[in-house]
């Protein structure tokens, strides 16, 4: 029996070590480069459950703080801007922002990276800024690609990551694009404590693990391939990247802006993971909960969930982001019957309380999970309560691990009477010889998927890690401003 109890004890600690895996984020992003300077960014964001998502408008002139704790960033903000904001927690408040455009253009998607590390909090006094505001502090702060890279690169700013989400089991491991009216964009991502920026207009395509650096190489491996008969289709972030960079670059060239934002649209819906489907080895692969696509040259946000058939949008040339106007939201998750243009859904709000590190937390201890303000609505009253979502994927690792057990343990548990009443009706089961098989008459061989697939050898043979991945030798921190517009 104490080898039975074993069993049980191991079983349901590799059962637990799954349900309490950190939750991660497997998005995706691309920008279109279009004739005349157009320029439309998608991304899709992927997650165990959902963020309750709201669009908030935020005016110019409005003071912020950045939730960063001890020396947290205040600013004022200098751009108005329509932002994605969401809760962090199912059951907790809205309390961060993740996607959004600013009246000049300027996109900000956060994604997950599972190898980001902010490093230790600095032992001097420069400011903090929560994890869970950084696009709000990028959009209210900056016009242009070129002015936010000049602010990261040698940061002033310390970004406080915190663990979120029920029990504070999801880390705060991401990484920032951006990308500016004129077509400029740039991806950060902190490594070993320091940002390494890469700097360009050809940085078009964004997704998760591995670094950035090495995501390019491994679609590199692609180049020589005939996409069109051998496409990778997994939803693996290396494949989702190869997947983005080649139906990005075969949409069309088009000046009619609704083709335009389909086109981006169709690539974001691509790459999506389909409702209801993860990887049960990769909690972090997780379903679509919705998609935006942002039009930096004509000012236009729109937002696609997956549960609801319509399209929303707001027209950024037509809110009034002066000084003093207020922030205003609309639900854009579980609200079904919105459609269309909703710039006159916005609703007066109170400002958003960001995701903050706790006030005093104990020697030693993980960073607090939850956010500040009342558990189940927001400030305004705008984020209902959630139901606990967090836990779906393990269901059938569950259940598989039970069966597993049960099978482990029917053995260790018969009776010894039992066992031998089963033994004695097992007979020993005999063959009989087999009659020597004629050898076939060859035959010409036909092509095989693999003769066909000969060129594309080394692409097939990489093999990925897609969470705590490591960068080899060749890691290098720093800037890449190849390609960079000036302002």
């Avoid at 935006?292 to 949008?313: C, M």
């Amino acid at each position: 029996m104490k080898t039975c109890y074993r069993v049980i004890a191991a079983a349901l600690a590799v059962l637990m070590s799954v349900m309490l895996a950190p939750a991660a984020n497997a998005c995706s992003r691309v920008t279109w480069l279009g004739p005349d300077g157009a320029v439309i960014t998608g991304r899709s964001m992927d997650w165990p459950y959902s963020f309750h998502s709201h669009l908030y408008a935020y005016p110019r002139g409005l003071e912020q703080n950045g939730a960063g704790g001890v020396n947290s960033l205040k600013w004022t903000t200098k751009y108005g801007a329509i932002v994605v904001a969401g809760t962090t927690d199912p059951e907790g408040p809205i309390d961060g922002i993740f996607d959004g455009m600013n009246e000049a253009g300027l996109v900000a998607n956060l994604l997950y990276l599972g190898e980001s590390d902010f490093g230790p909090a600095p032992a001097d006094d420069r400011p903090r800024l929560s994890f869970a505001a950084w696009v709000q502090y990028v959009l209210t702060t900056y016009k242009t690609v070129n002015e936010v890279v000049d602010a990261f690169t040698d940061p002033a700013i310390y970004v406080v990551p915190i663990n979120f989400g029920p029990g504070g089991a999801a880390k705060p491991t991401v990484h920032l694009s951006v990308t500016d009216a004129s077509g400029d964009s740039a991806i950060i991502e902190y490594l070993d404590g320091k940002p390494v920026i890469h700097h360009g207009r050809q940085y078009q395509v964004m997704t998760n693990s591995p670094t950035y650096d090495q995501q390019l190489k491994l679609n590199a491996k692609w180049d020589n391939v005939d996409k069109n008969t051998d496409l990778p289709g997994s939803i693996q972030s290396a494949d989702r990247f190869v997947r983005a960079s080649y139906y990005l670059n075969n949409l069309p060239q088009t000046t009619d802006q609704r083709q335009a934002v389909a086109g981006v649209f169709s690539v974001m819906r691509n790459v999506s993971v389909p409702w209801g489907v993860g990887d049960p080895e990769h909690p972090n692969l997780s379903p679509t909960y919705w998609r935006s696509v942002a039009d930096s040259t004509s000012k236009v946000y729109y937002f696609e969930s997956a549960l609801s058939p319509n399209i929303v949008w707001v027209n950024l040339n037509n809110i009034n982001f002066a000084p003093g106007s207020g922030v205003r939201a609309v639900a854009v998750e579980e609200n079904y019957s919105i459609i269309g243009n909703i710039d006159k859904a916005l609703k007066p709000a109170a400002p958003i309380r960001f995701l903050a590190p706790p006030a005093n937390p104990p020697a030693g201890a993980a960073p607090a999970a939850t956010g500040p303000g009342a558990k189940g609505s927001d400030a305004a009253g705008l984020a209902e309560p959630a139901k606990k979502a967090f836990g779906w994927w393990w269901i059938p690792i569950g259940l598989a691990v039970v069966a597993g057990v049960g099978a482990l343990i029917r053995p260790l548990t018969r009776r010894p009477a039992e066992a031998a009443t089963l033994a004695a009706t097992r007979a020993p089961m005999t063959r009989a010889p087999m009659a020597p098989v004629p050898p076939a008459t060859p035959v010409s061989p036909e092509p095989t998927i693999s003769d066909r697939r000969s060129s594309a050898a080394d692409a097939s043979s990489i093999q990925v890690t897609y969470e705590n991945n490591a960068l080899g030798d060749g890691e290098q921190s720093g800037t890449d401003k190849s390609d960079s517009v000036p302002d």
